[in-house]
């Protein structure tokens, strides 16, 4: 059974950090590219960031880029999204995915999915 598990989330006032993880089991790592979205409440999914499966590259959407950083150690199974200078404008929930074989930010591509972690940021 494959299995995204987020975590890292929470309530931070703006011009914070936090450092959201997701580990995944179930599936051979390394052979997925990984991706960050976000849902903000009576909105639609949308990408953020992703990342190859050797996590050589790297994409961001243009609203995160210079604040968000993601990363994956494939030792550990485990993908990060470092989130600097938070606005309350990245409220929303977070969700990790996993892709075989395509890199990008397309929801529709993502194969597996994990619950995802809140993140709420205050002014």
């Known amino acids: 059974v494959v299995e995204l598990q987020e975590s890292g989330g929470g309530s931070v006032q703006a011009g914070g950090s936090l450092r959201l993880s997701c580990e995944a089991s179930?599936?051979?790592?390394?052979?997925?590219?990984m991706g960050w979205f976000r849902q903000a409440p009576g909105k639609e999914r949308v990408g953020v960031a992703c990342?190859?499966?050797?996590?050589?590259?790297?994409y961001y959407v243009d609203s995160v880029k210079g604040r968000f950083t993601i990363s994956r150690d494939n030792a550990k199974n485990t993908l990060y999204l470092q989130m600097n200078s938070l606005k309350p404008e990245d409220t929303a929930m977070y969700f990790c995915?996993?892709?075989?074989?395509?890199?990008?930010?397309?929801?529709?591509?993502?194969?597996?999915w994990g619950q995802g972690t809140q993140v709420t940021v205050f002014s």
């Open positions: 990342i190859t499966r050797s996590g050589g590259s790297t």
């Open positions: 179930g599936l051979p790592f390394d052979d997925y590219h």
């Open positions: 995915a996993a892709a075989p074989s395509y890199y990008g930010l397309g929801v529709r591509n993502y194969k597996y």
